[in-house]
């Protein structure tokens, strides 16, 4: 499944059946739209998505989606502001046959086991109605997934992130379809009291770390002469099990949550 980035894809050959992807970056960065945007050129594709969004309610996603195919900033939409010439766009946007790839599933407490029933779900509901399987999912973010009950210390709960991951891993390999992660698995050696870390919770997180097939940080960049709601993102491929690593740039608009490719550019890759 490709990217829909052309210098993305042309860097690691876009997402394979089995595969992990955390999607990591710093906050405000766009992780989030990044990942929507994926699942938007795939359904553009005839690639149906399970959006498992433990932070967004579905109407947001669906506005953010509609800018996305519209240029109608999400603001405008969620604040009624809506000019009379956008309406045609958004009218056109809402018969849009894409939208009905794009299974955006209620997920609140829901484990990795839990998720891949529904997934399983979903695909036999779209066979059975003459559609392909899914292809692709996304969980999003890490941080909020796990048991509803509080871990009993930062450790417990790290050690709880590591399992997950673990567990979607096998879920992207159970199922022989990619899935994107938002989240990070980077943390510090020593706790706020300047205690060491327990070896056991930094042995759960390697495990973690070597479960994923790919990662992905976002970094946002400021280029002089760059239009004021559009900022370059750059890409940086910090892993890539088997393949070069690298970084290519984006275009990011933010009001419409949308990515776009540059001007071709040769990536960066780094053995």
Known sequence: MLTGFRDLDSLMGGYFPGELVLIDGEAGVGKSAFVLNTALQAAQHNQATAIFDYETSQERIRQRVTSMLTSVPVHSMAGGEVGKQDWPELFLSARNTALSRLHVQGSANLAPAQMQARVRATSEVR???????????????????????????????????????????????????????????DRDDHQQGGERSESSQLDALQVARD?????????TRD??????????????????RGGLTGRVELAWQGDCASFRSLPKRPASTER
Do not use: F, Y
């Open 223 to 240: 280029e002089a002469g760059s239009p004021e709601k559009t900022r370059m993102v750059e890409i940086v491929l910090a892993k890539h």
């Open 127 to 185: 066979v059975r109605d003459g559609k392909d399987p899914l292809s692709l999912v996304v969980a999003d973010p890490l941080r909020l997934m796990g048991p509803s009950a509080p871990a009993a210390s930062e450790e417990q709960r790290w050690r709880q992130l590591a399992r997950i991951v673990v567990q979607l891993k096998k879920l992207a390999r159970n199922l022989r379809i990619p899935v994107l992660l938002v989240g990070t698995l």
């Open 211 to 219: 479960s994923v097939d790919k990662v992905l940080v976002l970094r």
